[in-house]
């Protein structure tokens, strides 16, 4: 049974850092994409950073890009979200998503993905 499990979200001040995690199991080998997606209310859920398991090949479609870094270690096997510079538009319910396959990032970065986590919430308040 795959499943996802994210950690590491909190109440920041602006200005500052979190590191999101997102624990994955049931995924056959390291044949599969990650990738980290948010949700505020009311908003759209859009997508912020995407990685293949296997090449560890980045794609980012613009949320974040410059502040957040994804990153994956496979002996865990767990993906990281590293974000910096945080600021209230931030905040949101932040997901991660996986799919089995090769098809290029900028495909499941639109949120092309079957399994998903719960979710995490990021509050970014002073």
């Known amino acids: 049974q795959r499943q996802l499990v994210e950690s590491g979200g909190g109440l920041v001040q602006p200005g500052g850092s979190l590191r999101l995690s997102c624990a994955a199991s049931?995924?056959?080998?390291?044949?599969?994409?990650v990738g980290w997606f948010r949700q505020a209310p009311g908003q759209e859920r859009e997508g912020i950073a995407c990685?293949?398991?296997?090449?560890?090949?980045?794609y980012y479609p613009g949320p974040g890009k410059g502040r957040f870094t994804i990153s994956r270690d496979n002996a865990k096997p767990t993906v990281y979200l590293q974000m910096n510079n945080l600021q209230p538009d931030d905040t949101a319910r932040y997901f991660c998503?996986?799919?089995?396959?090769?098809?290029?990032?900028?495909?499941?970065?639109?949120?092309?993905?079957?399994?998903w986590g719960q979710g995490t919430q990021v509050t970014v308040s002073s």
């Open positions: 998503a996986a799919e089995e396959g090769d098809l290029p990032l900028y495909y499941y970065c639109a949120g092309n993905m079957y399994n």
């Open positions: 049931g995924f056959r080998g390291n044949f599969y994409s």
């Open positions: 990685i293949s398991m296997s090449d560890a090949g980045q």
